[in-house]
């Protein structure tokens, strides 16, 4: 069984008529592999989107005048000794606090690897979007954030299967609760594509539900629970 991603169907009458209004285009990627890619560039063991996300978090801590822009270059590489999985990542930053809507507006592009249980990756993803909720007030900021990616994905499987795929992630106003840094609601809207051939689409969506955890629901009506 793959840690951290278990599959569980909606009624049956439910998913029925979910196929009827839907394609299901299943091509050189099952929906299962298609989830757990899309599981992986969300999670922050594999420095996904959550990660990236806590990052400028961290920038909105930092940064409390408005009209300065200012540039970061971050690498990183890590083990995770309770996860069978490692990462890596190059990605340059640019970030500044709007004066006008007193919004952190944030942009990044890089190289993002990892090699996890059933697959390893290695993508060119560009990111832009803002962080509101600065005022010292409110308990939470909120993350708006698209992610584009491009790259290929290896499945750990007689005959190394190699993918090459497109990644779409768009965050909507996802909840980083102050003090623990950590999300607690919100949205990411998901699509993975075949980069090269378009053989197949699968859409969906991942809802924050807190304590570290949350839920894929894919265009078939399946759904996926992830925690991390």
Known sequence: ?????????LLASAFTACKKSTKLNQGPLSEQDAAEILANAI?????GLLAQAGQA????????????????LISASNVHANFPSSCSYHLAWTYGLNCATNQLNINYSGQTTYDGAH?????QKS???????????LPNYQL???????????????GATTIKSHIELKAVDLQYNKISGLPVSGDIDLTISDAS???YTYTGKFTCTGNKSGQIILNSGNVYPISW
Not at 43 to 47: F, T
Not at 119 to 123: A, G, K, Q, Y
């Open 1 to 9: 069984m793959r840690p951290k991603l278990l599959v569980f169907l």
């Open 43 to 47: 999670l922050p063991e594999y420095n």
């Open 57 to 72: 978090v961290q920038f909105s801590h930092k940064l409390n005048a408005c009209g300065s822009t200012k540039d970061s």
């Open 119 to 123: 697959f390893s990756s290695s993508m």
């Open 127 to 137: 990111a832009t979007g803002f962080v509101s909720g600065m005022d010292a007030g």
């Open 144 to 158: 708006n954030l698209s992610v584009s990616g491009d790259g290929t994905e290896v499945k750990k499987a007689v």
């Open 197 to 199: 051939a378009s053989a």
